[in-house]
Every structure is written in structure tokens, then in C-alpha cells.
């Protein structure tokens, strides 16, 4: 990683400057709604990592279809441009290209803890010997209550069958090496690894290949939840040969609160059609689309992920996830993430040139081990990080706070500038 050269505020000021000019992606951010600050002025804006802002072009796209239902009603399903009884389908190259997978591997659908427990269904398959699921301690809660509930579902008892994987005390962090570790050891009584691809609290990003290669070598069935990950960092699920993923889009995906969620399912799992074969929920969305209408009482699975579909998909909450996924495509992940580990650097050299008395940075400093978010511990003996979090938000600069210590901010590259970075640092000063 190319550091810039600074040593003072005024000179980082400078470079921002620079940098936002020199931006190839700069453009984009006239194509979101900022939000302002009490005095009127733009927010700089940290959140995405929690809420992903608003794209100009999603509220024209809803109101078509509001417009479509109150003129056509019954006959939207078939009529205009994006017609709602393929809805889904308009959303799988988008969404194959942001996950890196095949189009059919990837459908939108439910939230992301329904699709946990939907993959669970599947591939939490508890026999003989091999019951156990192992996490990371500190996981996400709704991750750990999705998988604790399936233990117990299953029969089994999460005392003994949650393996629960810590990280390191003084780092906070969990290395790629230890869970490899992990499940080479337990690997003989393991049914299901499930691990975050970026961590929510720390945000550091797992070697997901060589983690599931080591799994998938153990015969041991792994999932990954992406809610920190999709949209962030570039993703291969397919070459990569992940079991199942499960994601949300109202992070980094720009796709409104609650949106609907995506899911991955591997293609050697989404040409199993038999359900006594692999088990699964099954609902008339993920019946065969040749023959849904015939509306005959068996069920035929459709090939691929859209198996797993159950209802149809509420199209009010699937238009914003075309409509932000597409503007990914377009924009090319690739050339986000150069963005992004440049504008995540520039803020960190920051921090290490300007802040290091008073502030720590928890996430990993190799950027092929983050996303871009950063996650900050006030070290100050004077101002609690809680205090600091709360002049940030004073001054228009929002990030989020998560206990017991930790302030994350994330600079997300299709609307974040150098100069909101800028905007952080100082403020930081000022407060410390
Ligand atoms: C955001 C997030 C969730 C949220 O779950 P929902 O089902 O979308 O409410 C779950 N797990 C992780 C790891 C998350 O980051």
C-alpha cells in the first residue's frame, strides 16, 4: 500500500484535496441523497457498514411500481420494463457479479437471519459423531442465536455441540490461521462451520478460500455470513467453493433498511433437485417456473438457488436491490476496491501519524486482511471513547458505537471523499 506523504493536518489537507480531484470514482456520489448536519452542511458520512445511503435513482424505480400496481394492479406481474413475476430474476446478474458467483447460484430473498436457518436446513445435517457447528466467540448475536437454536432444533445440547472460537486477547483479533487450525483438530466431529467474511466489530476480513478450502477438505460443510463482506470486498464464491453465503443490503449494498437479503448456493448443491437427497423448505417460489401454474400438489424443484425460495418476493423491497446492485455492476468492483484501500489508508495513516497517543486501531493494518472499515478504541486517559463518539456526531461526522469501547467508522468508496476522512481526523484533534 502506496502511503501518502504528510507529516502535519495541513498537509493531509492538501493531499485530500488532491486525491478527491484525481478521483476516477468521484462522480458517483452526486448520485446519492447526503444526508445533512444540524447546520445545514453535509454529513460526513461513516455508517454504511450499518445503512448504506440512499441512490438517487431508487425512489423514480419505486414509484414506477407504485404506478404500475395502482394503473395495471394485476396485470404488473407481466407488464413494463421490470415486470413483477420474475422479479428475482432481474436481479441475478447483478447480484452473481458483486458475490462472484454464477447466476444461478444467487437468489434475493427473505432477511439475512431467515436465509441462515434456510441454508441450515440444508446443510446443518447432524449425524453419528459429527454434530458440532463451530463459530467465533463474539460473533454477530443473530448468528449466534440462528446457530444455537439449530442445535437445539437438532436435538443437540450448544453446550457441547457450539464450538465458540476466540480470538486472541490482545489483538481482539482471530487469525486465519487459528481456525484452519480449528478445524483440522475438531474436523472428525464437526457438521457445519459458519464464520463471518468481514467482522462486524473489528472488521477484519477471513482468508475465505483458504479457510474453506480447509474445510471443504475435511468433508466439513461451510457457510459464510457476508452482511460485512458483500458489496465491500471483492468476493469468488464459486471458485472459491463455498457451501452457502447469506448476506443483507442494507449495508455496503445501498438497498434501504431491511431490504430483502441475498443468498449463495453452490451449484453442486442447486443441481440437487431431490429433497431426499438434500433436505430443504420448500414453497411455491422455488417449484419449477415451467410448470409453478400448473398448480399441481408435488413439488419439483426448480434447478439452482432459486430452489430455496419459498413466497413470492414482496417487489417493493426487491426494486432498491436491482436498482443499488446494478449501480455496483456498473461501477465494477474491482476499481471499488482499489478506492477503497487507498481512501481506508489515507484515513489510517491519519490516525498513526496524527492520533497515535490517543487512538488505536483494531482492525488489521494489511489491507488484504479489512474491508473499509476501520474499527477505533479511544486509548486517552481523559475522554472515553463514548465521549469522543458523541463530539463526532456532534460536529455532522457519522460513525457508530459499539460496545464496550469500539467507534467504526467506514469510508465507503462509491460516495465517501478523501476530504470526509479529512473531516474525521480533525475533529478527533479537536476533541482529544
Ligand atoms: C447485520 C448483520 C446481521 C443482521 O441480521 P438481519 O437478519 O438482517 O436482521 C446478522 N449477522 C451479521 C453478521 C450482521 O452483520
Known amino acids: 500500500m502506496n ?17 478527491d480531484q484525481a478521483d476516477p470514482l468521484g462522480g458517483w456520489r452526486e ?17 454504511g457498514n450499518s445503512l448504506g445511503l440512499q441512490p438517487k435513482a431508487t425512489r ?6 407504485l404506478n404500475m400496481w395502482a394503473e395495471q394492479a394485476v396485470e404488473g406481474h407481466f407488464a413494463g420494463p421490470h415486470p413483477w413475476m420474475p422479479a428475482h430474476e432481474f436481479l441475478r446478474e447483478p447480484l452473481a457479479r458483486l458475490v462472484g458467483a454464477k447466476p444461478h447460484e444467487v437468489v434475493a430473498m427473505n432477511s439475512l437471519t431467515v436465509n441462515l436457518h434456510l441454508m441450515m436446513v440444508s446443510f ?32 443437540g445440547d450448544p453446550e457441547h455441540d457450539l464450538i465458540e472460537l476466540a480470538p486472541d486477547p490482545d489483538s481482539g483479533l482471530l ?25 462486524y466489530r473489528t472488521g ?72 431426499r437427497k438434500l433436505p430443504r423448505f420448500a414453497g411455491w417460489w422455488g417449484h419449477d417456473a415451467g410448470s409453478r401454474f400448473r398448480m399441481g400438489p408435488e413439488f419439483h424443484a426448480t434447478p439452482g438457488a432459486d430452489a430455496w425460495q419459498l413466497s413470492n418476493p414482496p417487489i417493493l423491497a ?22 477503497s484501500e487507498k481512501m481506508t489508508g489515507f484515513l489510517e495513516a491519519m490516525v498513526r501519524r496524527l492520533l497515535a497517543e490517543h487512538v488505536q486501531i483494531i482492525t488489521p493494518a494489511d489491507p488484504a486482511r479489512r474491508g473499509c472499515q476501520l474499527s477505533l478504541r479511544i486509548t486517552h486517559p ?51
Open 204 to 275: 477484519q476480513l477471513f482468508d475465505i478460500a483458504g479457510i474453506t478450502a480447509t474445510a471443504r477438505r475435511h468433508g466439513v460443510p461451510i457457510g459464510w455470513d457476508l452482511a460485512h463482506a458483500a458489496g465491500n470486498v471483492p468476493l469468488r464464491l464459486h471458485e472459491w467453493d463455498c457451501d452457502f453465503a447469506a448476506w443483507c443490503h442494507y449495508k455496503y449494498c445501498n438497498s434501504g433498511p431491511g431490504a430483502v437479503a441475498g443468498c449463495f448456493v453452490h451449484e453442486r448443491h442447486g443441481r440437487v433437485t431431490d429433497l
Open 175 to 199: 487469525d486465519d490461521r487459528r481456525v484452519i487450525e480449528a478445524i483440522e483438530a475438531h474436523a472428525g466431529e464437526l457438521a457445519l462451520v459458519l464464520l463471518p467474511g468481514v467482522q
Open 382 to 432: 481523559e475522554h472515553s471513547g463514548r465521549e469522543v463518539f458523541e463530539y463526532l456526531t456532534g460536529q455532522g461526522i457519522v460513525g457508530d458505537w459499539r460496545e464496550p469501547d469500539v467507534i467504526r467508522v467506514a469510508p465507503v468508496p462509491m460516495y465517501s471523499r478523501y476530504d470526509d476522512c479529512l473531516r474525521l481526523v480533525r475533529a478527533l484533534m479537536d476533541s482529544l
Open 318 to 339: 426487491l426494486t432498491p436491490v436491482r436498482v443499488a446492485t446494478e449501480m455496483f455492476a456498473e461501477a465494477g468492483m474491482d476499481a471499488l476496491r482499489e478506492k
Open 3 to 19: 502511503t501518502p506523504e504528510f507529516t502535519n493536518l495541513e498537509q493531509a489537507a492538501v493531499l485530500a484535496r488532491e486525491l
Open 31 to 47: 448520485r446519492f441523497h447526503i444526508p445533512r448536519d444540524d447546520r445545514g452542511g453535509e454529513q460526513a458520512y461513516f455508517c
Open 124 to 155: 446443518y445435517r447432524p449425524e453419528g459423531v459429527r454434530r458440532k457447528i463451530l463459530i467465533e466467540a463474539g460473533a454477530f448475536p443473530s448468528d449466534r442465536h440462528a446457530t444455537w437454536s439449530q442445535v437445539i432444533f437438532h436435538g
Open 60 to 65: 423514480a424505480a419505486l414509484e414506477a411500481d
